[in-house]
């Protein structure tokens, strides 16, 4: 496999220098993200958010240089882990393969119950393309690291501490991520 590299400000995946689409990329172009509600700074603290779980799960401590407002969000993420037993095994990978995508996936890992999970953190409201975008997620698991996921989580963290848990099956959409996927490839003119 070819080297994957990330562009975090741009959010952009090469391979040799070959951009590839994200799956985010790929359910907006086919109309399954509206973006007309997204605001600066809600990406803003989407990836600060994101930033504060990795360093709590990677050190056991608090990130200091989070804004007072947002830690309400990580207080969250401490009690879903605590609660659920959620230990993670792949944190923030980026993934790609050849049906011609990449993403990268929050968390892979163990609870108490269910083996393995891939989750996804989320600190907006459920989104109808949250399963697709895991189902991507999900196989691109399997493919780059074959470990079979059957369950997916979109972990909700919400501002007053409080967290919700959305629960997919792989299998019950992984067809329709490779629809949109197909969809999008014959938008691209890659399949005629």
């Not at 600066?40 to 401590?61: K, L, N, S």
């Not at 108490?112 to 189902?135: M, V, Y």
Request: charged share 25%.
């Amino acid at each position: 496999m070819k080297p994957l590299t990330f562009d975090l400000e741009t959010h952009t995946y090469r391979v040799e220098g070959e951009i590839i689409p994200s799956v985010t990329q790929i359910l907006k172009d086919v109309g399954l993200i509206d973006t007309t509600f997204f605001a600066p700074e809600h990406a803003e603290r989407g990836t600060r958010i994101h930033e504060a779980t990795v360093f709590w799960d990677e050190t056991g401590m608090d990130d200091d240089t989070l804004p007072e407002e947002w830690t309400g969000y990580l207080s969250a993420w401490k009690k879903f882990r605590e609660e659920t037993g959620f230990v993670p095994s792949h944190i923030e990978q980026a993934f790609c393969c050849d049906e011609g995508y990449a993403g990268t996936v929050d968390r892979i890992g163990k609870t108490h119950k269910i083996n393995p999970l891939l989750l996804d953190i989320k600190t907006g409201p459920s989104q109808p393309w949250h399963r697709l975008q895991l189902a991507a997620y999900a196989l691109l698991v399997k493919r780059e690291l074959n470990i079979p996921i059957w369950d997916m989580w979109g972990v909700h963290l919400r501002k007053d501490g409080i967290y919700a848990v959305e629960s997919y099956k792989s299998i019950e959409h992984s067809a329709d991520w490779l629809a949109v996927l197909r969809v999008y490839h014959i938008k691209q003119g890659a399949i005629k």
